[in-house]
RNA sequence: GGACGGUUACCCAAGUGGACAACGGGGACUGACUGUAAAUCAGUUGGCAGAGGCCUUCGGAGGUUCGAAUCCUUCACCGUCCA
């Protein structure tokens, strides 16, 4: 790759909603990347992650893979690991009553993210640092200093406060502090690049980048991607909004996952979610447009490149398998949970029994919608019995075989 | 400290004494169709029950009433504004 090659590769996927922005950061990535290899040194790079949960989902992978695209290219990445920033918690999440995480817990957190980053980063070449380090040594002297760097109007310009300063909703001071504390993240780590989504925009650009100059850094660029839709296809995704894709499930679900996104989510997950260069990206996203290409063999073809970053070829290509058996062809699955079955019982209550449904009454309903099936037969009866060994059918995807005991 | 406003099912949100198991939207589920678990359309979305009956639910507790999600008292929590 030339000069010119490795900014287009490391600014794919970038959202800034500015293009003069984004034009100013190419040009200082491009010097910078020149500055580096004259000298020699490698660009420091680095992204926060806050360890407020044991699960990472895909989303959060599309700045980890930015900063694996760094590593590649031979500069050094540093993954920090918020401890402090948890410890206080996010203010802006303060409606999902989430308990405020002990030290232990957070460092419990930390370690099965870090060991989940790895999936994506290179592990020899990734340093782990924990922001508590320097950020629990402040005094509060020096948090008056750097907060004498910012006024009051530059926070409520930024829209999600705008927004809720219009809507009359809360601001918390401490939420500013969010702001210093990461700008001061990067003056310790004397960043070059400083990697977000475009929910950190003002942390980076404004924050992070007048907190370095004010201690005479350069100031880092920023490189900020776009967000990764959920499963919905619409909004940002997220755990608690039941729409997220997560690291720690089975290849098959991960698969099943993907093709359940909306066709025009797509571009966005080429985009962000695969490990392709700008040019199959590109390729990818003008077959779609063309119609050159089978809507359902592209997410096809995304599902088995987003399993396989996690999980091997082999088994992505199993999880493929799996879908096209279970719902393309409408086969049945290999691995069926199974029921002993010692006298005869009622249907309903069988189901019940191993939680394939919540009540009789939801299982009476799934009978009047032709949604049971006993040995390929639509039940229609509530108070069907079962006397036999058999295989039933609840819906399309769940099934449950009975053997007789 | 003061003045208001709020707390309804998985989420958002209507409902201000009887027609409320509770409008609407989202989500989820089922079916049809398809290109897949996409899109679209239709239906379902408290529990129990050999059917229209019973039980539980509208922040908690108590009360008024033949009858309350709706009125009163009190407690808890949340929010905005003025100090």
């Known amino acids: 790759m030339n000069i010119d090659e490795k900014v287009k590769y490391l600014m794919q996927g970038t959202e800034y909603g500015d293009q003069h922005m984004a034009h100013a950061m190419a040009i200082e990535l491009k010097d910078r990347l020149i500055e580096a290899e004259q000298s020699g040194w490698p660009l420091k790079i680095y992204c926060g992650y806050d360890p407020r949960t044991t699960d990472l989902h895909i989303g ?24 402090y920033t948890s410890l206080i918690g996010d203010p802006s999440d303060k409606d999902k009553l989430r308990p405020q995480l002990t030290p232990d817990e957070v460092l419990e957190n930390a370690r099965t993210y870090a060991e989940q980053a790895y999936r994506v980063l290179d592990r020899e070449k990734t340093i782990i640092r924990y922001n508590a380090e320097w950020l629990s040594q402040l005094s509060f002297a020096d948090l008056i200093k750097l907060a004498s760097n910012f006024t009051i109007q530059q926070f409520l310009t930024r829209e999600n406060f705008r927004i809720r300063w219009d809507n009359n909703e809360p601001i918390h001071l401490h939420e500013l502090f969010y702001s210093l504390m990461q700008g001061y993240d990067a003056h310790v780590l004397e960043t070059d690049v400083q990697v977000g989504g475009t929910d950190q925009l003002f942390n980076i650009m404004t924050a992070s980048r007048k907190i370095m100059s004010y201690y005479g850094q350069k100031p880092n660029i920023g490189i900020i991607l776009d967000i990764l839709p959920g499963t919905d296809g619409e909004v940002k995704m997220s755990k608690s909004l039941g729409n997220h894709i997560p690291l720690n499930t089975t290849p098959e679900d991960m698969f099943g996952k993907v093709m359940s996104i909306p066709d025009k989510a797509m571009p966005k997950y080429a985009k962000l979610a695969t490990s392709w260069q700008t040019d199959t990206v590109n390729e990818f996203c003008e077959a779609l447009n063309k119609g050159s290409i089978h809507p359902r063999d592209a997410k096809m073809k995304l599902a088995f490149e987003i399993v396989s970053i996690f999980y091997s070829q082999k088994e992505a290509e199993e999880a493929k398998m799996h879908f096209i058996t279970l719902f393309q062809k409408g086969d049945i699955p290999e691995n069926i949970p199974t029921y002993e079955l010692d006298q005869p019982k009622l249907l309903l209550d069988i189901l019940v029994d191993v939680g394939l449904i919540d ?47």
């Not at 060994?389 to 075989?401: A, D, M, N, S």
């Open 60 to 83: 959060h992978t599309v700045t980890m893979r930015k900063l694996r695209q760094f590593q590649e290219l031979g500069h050094e990445v540093t993954f920090v690991i918020g401890t």
């Open 359 to 405: 009540s009789k009454n939801q299982g009476r309903r799934l009978i009047e919608q032709n949604g049971i099936k006993f040995n390929g037969v639509i039940v229609a009866d509530f108070n069907a019995e079962v006397n036999a060994k058999g295989l039933i059918q609840v819906g399309k995807r769940k099934f449950l075989r009975v053997l007789k005991g």
